[in-house]
């Protein structure tokens, strides 16, 4: 049997087998046997074939379903009940080990700036390395702002507080490679990434951000916990705008 939808959609999307071949660095024979005879490539040839033709490699290969949620699940490092349990240590060693990327979505984070003062420097420093450094912070004069202070109950402090990191983070924007934008979306969960870490955590209504949960996801190839959230920053940065 073929995998037509594999067929499909690198036709749809203007590719050719050669192309993908070269992509995901296989021979097109390879990549012809996967159509012709719906083999299942291996899981890092799945996820870059997927990822190249932006589909998910389920639609393109169900019967890896079980093996991606069981990858997926694999994702979870662990979960902290509220951000303050998150060790000192490990947002420290994330920040430094950092090499490609750092990517960080709030609305503030002002306490990440406030126990890491030399974290400015930090990026500056990856960024320069070549390292990816984006910043998306919550726009002090927008709505969304506003009403997320107010169900913390505090307030005009939430703005404020995003204003101050804004300021923080003013000598690092002038080096190439640290880009910092603002944004008005609605902020479901507060997002860091260091390289292949991801902490994420999520905001229950009525609660601030620091006495809410924290999930740790280390990312795995053929997973998509990760992605999905990397997804979701990226969404927001394509909403955000220039600082």
């Given at each position: ?72 699940t ?72 506003r ?13 404020a ?20 934008r ?27 951000a ?29 909403q955000?705008?220039?600082?």
């Amino acid at each position: 049997m073929a995998n037509e939808r594999l067929r499909a959609t690198i036709s749809a999307k203007g590719e050719t087998v050669q192309s993908v071949a070269q992509h995901v660095g296989v021979d097109p024979k390879s990549v012809e046997r996967w159509i012709t005879t719906d083999r299942t490539p291996h899981r890092g040839h799945r996820w870059k074939a997927s990822s190249f033709l932006g589909v998910d490699e389920v639609y393109l290969w169900p019967a890896v379903t079980k093996q991606a949620e069981t990858a997926s699940t694999s994702e979870l490092v662990t979960y902290y009940p509220h951000r303050g349990a998150v060790p000192a240590t490990l947002w420290s060693s994330l920040i430094e080990q950092a090499s490609s990327h750092v990517e960080i979505l709030v609305y503030a984070g002002l306490f990440l700036f406030d126990s890491h003062p030399d974290l400015p420097d930090q990026l500056t420093d990856k960024a320069k390395a070549g390292a990816q450094v984006r910043v998306l912070l919550g726009d002090p004069e927008s709505d969304m702002v506003r009403q997320r202070g107010e169900e913390e109950g505090i307030g005009s402090d939430l703005a404020a507080r995003a204003r101050i990191t804004r300021r923080y983070l003013e000598p690092a924007t002038r080096t190439p490679g640290v880009e910092v934008r603002l944004h008005d979306t609605i902020l479901y969960n507060s997002i860091y990434r260091f390289d292949d870490d991801v902490l994420v955590n999520p905001h229950v209504l009525g609660a601030p951000a620091g006495q809410n949960p924290v999930l740790h996801f280390r990312y795995i190839p053929g997973a998509r916990t990760f992605r999905h959230y990397m997804k979701s920053f990226d969404y927001a940065w394509e909403q955000g705008t220039p600082s």
